[in-house]
């Protein structure tokens, strides 16, 4: 079945329509891609992570604030908060290769 890229779809909406879409999506990456946000979500606080990764509370606001950090990093962030790391590569086909199995290989 063939897919209809979303930039064309994007095209047909109305300019109210696109910038809602805009604005929704952007609110949805503020709010899965913010770590902080994220643990406060989970009624966490800097230091109970801290405390589980064996790091200082400093420690925990740096890595909040970072744009780009190491996957390891990331990986027992998630961790500390109860959840696993899954990493994929999506290709145009929407073939679905994740990470963790090509090293696992």
Known sequence: ??????EEI???LTPEGQSYVKEQGAKLINEYQNLKAIRQKLGLT??????IMSLNQSNISEIE???????S???AY??????EMNIIFKASD????????????
Do not use: C, H, W
């Not at 800097?46 to 405390?51: C, H, K, M, R």
């Not at 998630?78 to 959840?83: D, E, I, R, S």
């Open 1 to 6: 079945m063939p897919t209809i890229p979303a």
């Open 10 to 12: 994007f095209k047909t």
């Open 46 to 51: 800097q230091n109970d992570v801290a405390d």
């Open 65 to 71: 604030a970072r744009k780009d950090m190491k996957i």
């Open 73 to 75: 990093s990331l990986k």
């Open 78 to 83: 998630a961790q500390a908060l109860g959840y």
């Open 94 to 105: 929407d073939t679905v290769i994740r990470v963790d199995e090509v090293f696992n290989s």
